[in-house]
């Protein structure tokens, strides 16, 4: 019997949630995502401080003004780290747009063309770039005009099936249903654990997966945010699911059969009505459900606070 993993690898798309290349060559899954959070703590890393080192000299030798140094070696940082991992894997990398944009789809598109034409500049053809959006109504927005010029999009911080329908009529690539965030909301607010069965992120990915598949969108739905490898378990035959290390590790070690638990056939049967939406309906539906709107809410600062700290450790290094 193969390990769960190559298991899960054989109905699933698996993809690691990492910025380090170690990880990538040691579990080799399709796709990889970042976030700014992951190339934060990659950026800090003693065996990437070349590539930063580079970054920076590369952009100082720009001659930009001094204004637009920082922005300049930020953006340049997530290129060059998405292009090192293009290296390794060979699938897609998601890059994250700037939280602080999450409202303005205006900057949000330009951001998601600027990132695209910095990949083309190294060569690298959009079809390998999923450029990541928080699901505020701004954020599908953007992606959906994105997406009409060909450049695929990642919806993430997405907690409820108004964000996943909204993405899904705006013809969004992919988008990625965080579960373990979902649970901790529920964890904390029940006082009660949850079996990997009884999760309700789980309950939310499968619900949205359903309901992809029972009316036919072709947005790709990606579980993310895992707090377990039970969760993991239990959305086996999802389109894709992104996995930290220590959970691609913990399934790697695994031998125990591995049950397919989604599939377009089931999902088809599903007993769930279509979702007729607009911004008025999204807005309050989203607003009515609390933890969407908490975790959305949240996952936006949490963003947006690691990038600052990037930001600043490559302040310092500019000096």
């Known amino acids: 019997m193969s390990n769960q993993l190559d298991q899960l690898k054989q109905f699933t798309v698996v993809v690691a949630d990492t910025g380090d290349f170690g990880t990538l060559k040691q ?27 580079k970054t920076i000299a590369d952009a100082k030798s720009a001659n930009a003004p001094a204004k637009d140094l920082l922005p300049l070696v930020l953006d340049n940082l997530l290129i060059a780290f998405g292009s090192e991992i293009l290296q390794i894997v060979p699938g897609r990398v998601s890059t994250e747009t700037d939280a602080d944009l999450s409202f303005d789809t205006a900057a949000l598109v330009a951001k998601g063309r600027r990132f695209i034409s910095l990949y083309e500049k190294r060569g690298i053809g959009r079809e390998r770039i999923l450029i990541k959006i928080a699901s505020t109504w701004e954020g599908i927005r953007a992606a959906e005009i994105l997406q009409r010029e060909g450049i695929n999009c990642n919806l993430t911080l997405l907690f409820s099936l108004a964000q996943a329908v909204a993405c899904a009529e705006a013809k969004v690539k992919l988008i990625s249903p965080f579960v373990g965030r979902i649970m901790d909301w529920y964890k904390a607010k029940e006082k009660k654990e949850f079996s990997p069965a009884e999760d309700p992120g789980v309950i939310s990915v499968k619900e949205i997966y359903s ?12 579980g993310a945010s895992f707090r377990n490898v039970g969760e993991i ?35 088809r049967d599903s007993q769930i009505e279509k979702l007729p ?43």
């Open 211 to 222: 309901y992809y598949k029972k009316f036919g969108h072709a947005t790709e739905v990606m």
């Open 233 to 267: 378990q239990e959305l086996a035959g999802c389109d894709l699911l992104t996995i930290s290390p220590q959970l691609l590790a913990e399934l790697q070690k695994s031998d125990a059969p591995l049950a397919r638990k989604l599939s377009p056939e089931i999902a």
């Open 27 to 53: 579990f080799a899954p399709r796709d990889a995502t970042t976030n700014p959070s992951l190339i934060l703590k990659a950026a800090q890393m003693p065996e990437y401080k070349a590539l930063v080192d």
């Open 277 to 319: 939406l607009d911004e008025k309906k999204f807005r309050w539906l989203v607003n009515e459900n609390a933890m969407a709107t908490e975790k959305t809410a949240e996952g936006i600062r949490l963003f947006n606070a690691d990038a600052q700290k990037l930001a600043q450790f490559i302040a310092a290094k500019l000096n």
